[in-house]
């Protein structure tokens, strides 16, 4: 019991609850099953990126180039579908996952190979590609009668009662939720964040993983550059601007410390689905939505305050001397 | 846990790569300078004007106001990425009083006002609460501009008065603008207070050890504090600029403004983790980033793809010192 109550998934799924049950009490059909169903399938895209997000941030980086790099591969493959229609879905959809690694890998090298710092790199590489964006597209929207019908339609299939979107959100919250946990290289991300010095010693290439912990959250933003595009069935320059931010948002809400080597797959998703119930809860109960941006923003600042409790407690005084000091 | 972010590598010796080289580093900015200078009057025959020349200056000049308190930040370990919301909520509360009537100088004084309110905000979650700067910031940029956005929704204000207007428009003599003048103004201010007294002592030695300064009697906490509310006020400063320059305000004003700051002050050669740069090579770089945006605005490159130019700037600028100690090292 004790432990679940310093568990900060336990309080943030006890926040979440909270909201849901404040806007049921006014709009008894918020609760219900479908609608909470909708939700998760709108917050998606958003957990996934958040899963990528925590990687990167758990190896002290920062990667603000997941939503430019988003905006690129959807633009890339709305363009090929467009050009090719009669080309696969499951391909498409690999070669979004590549091109976004391959764009993550670029952001990677710089950190691992140059030791410039994460976020510098992506910065410069958020308007890289955001520009080239413009580039590739030449300032040209493609629009939804240029999709294939496979293009659009994959996502909005059911299987067992849930749209074919939360399923991708499901299967990749499981994996990462294997990889972080039950495999090495997970441990390794873990492991530098904590303690860089200390990981070196175990036999942990550092800038190695903190490369690929680049290359995943590339694949990710990558899986969902196809996923947003399909979703909203247009590709433009704009795509998901801004969105680099509600990633870390999504993160920060969920417990995954900035300052690298604290955080879970279950609060990151649980900050994204914050989030989502927040941002579907406000128009239900008669709030502009203008107040959206005020409102995640004292979230963040809420949960970073909150965040920066628990973490005190888990630093270990060696020197006690100099604790009163700083 | 002190109150230093645990992200961040402290630089635990005082030579950094840079700074012996630094003096090569402004040499470096002013022949980049010269050289897309050069290359825009052979781009461009509309270049070579005294009229062009003094538009180009409006290119960098509210974004190189901020930059100037932003290198003092990032130079003492921390940084803001909430300046542009800043300028969202001050230009959005001037335009509210000129809803109630208020004249020219209560809008600079409200401007500057909520810049520094702001700032303080930034400055007391930092420094009093310890929380990551860079965590606060984010929140922050959320929180201000969604308050410009509850405020104004998909609206704007305009009627700014004549009198308002000259400062984002007027020129104080000939082709030399009152933004420019206000920026030279604020260059030598910023270069006396980081180069030549104390307190800039105190924001390097912050930066490269704040442990140690702490230890040496300096007060870190206040110093950051000031810090935050200089970024502050650079940024209440610009947003009196900005919304004078357009006349109107939207909570949508200065989007991306923070990057395009950044972007600057890491050009010009300070250090993103703290203890190293200079206040010339900041305004070095506004310099090359004004050029670079208005060489190619001539050549009617549009605004999206410049941003690649920028982008790649500041990775190649960066990535080029350190492949080029690598290549010697490996000589060596």
Known sequence: MNRLLKNREFWLALAILAVIVLVTFRFPRFAQASNLLTIFNDTSILMMLALGQMVVILTRSIDLSMAANLALTGMLVAMVNAAFPWLPIPVLIAGCILVGGFLGAFNGVLVWKLGIPPIVVTLGTLTIFRGLVFVVSGGAWVNADQMSQDFIQLQRGAFLGLPILSWFAIVVAGLMSVLMTRTPLGRAFYAIGVNPTASVYTGIDVGRTKFLAFVLSGAISGLCGYLWISRYVIASVEVAGGYELTIVAACVIGGVSIAGGIGTVAGALLGAIFLGVVNNALPVIGVSPFWQMAISGAAILLAVVLNARGEKSKGRVILRSAEGVA | ?332
Request: charged share 10%; aromatic share 10%.
């Open chain 2, 1 to 332: 846990m002190t109150e230093t972010s645990l992200h961040r590598r402290l630089p635990d010796r005082l030579d950094n790569p840079l700074k012996s080289g630094l003096l090569s580093w402004e040499m470096l900015l002013v022949l980049v300078a010269v050289a897309i200078f050069v290359a825009n009057s052979f781009a461009s025959p509309y270049f070579l004007n005294a009229w062009s020349l003094s538009d180009l200056t409006f290119n960098f000049t509210e974004k190189a106001l901020i930059a100037l308190a932003m290198a003092l930040l990032i130079i003492a370990g921390e940084i803001d990425l909430s300046v542009a919301s800043i300028i969202a909520l001050a230009s959005t509360l001037m335009g509210l009083a000129l809803q109630f009537g208020a004249d020219t100088p209560v809008l600079v004084a409200i401007g500057v006002g909520v810049g520094i309110a702001c700032g303080a905000f930034n400055g007391f979650l930092v420094t009093g609460l310890k929380l990551p700067s860079i965590v606060v910031t984010i929140g922050t940029m959320s929180l201000f501009r969604g308050i410009a956005f509850i405020i104004l929704g998909d609206q704007s204000y305009k009627g700014y008065p004549a009198s308002f207007a000259w400062f984002g428009q007027g020129y104080v003599w000939w082709v030399i603008s009152f933004e420019l003048v206000l920026f030279a103004i604020f260059a030598v201010i910023y270069w006396v207070l980081l180069h030549r007294t104390n307190f800039g002592r105190r924001v390097f030695a912050i930066g490269n050890n704040p442990v140690a300064a702490q230890f040496s009697g300096v007060r870190v906490d206040r110093i950051k504090f000031v810090l935050f509310c200089l970024t502050g006020l650079m940024s209440g400063v610009a947003a009196v600029l900005l919304t004078a320059r357009l006349g109107s305000t939207r909570p949508s004003i200065a989007q991306g403004f923070e990057l395009d700051a950044i972007t600057m002050v890491v050009l010009g050669g300070v250090s993103i983790l703290g203890g190293a740069g200079s206040i010339l090579g900041v305004v070095l770089a506004a310099l090359i980033i004004g050029l670079v945006t208005f060489g190619l605005g001539l050549l009617n490159v549009p605004g999206i793809v410049m941003s690649i130019f920028t982008g790649a700037l500041l990775i190649v600028v960066i990535a080029l010192p350190i492949l080029w100690t690598m290549m010697r090292e490996r000589r060596a």
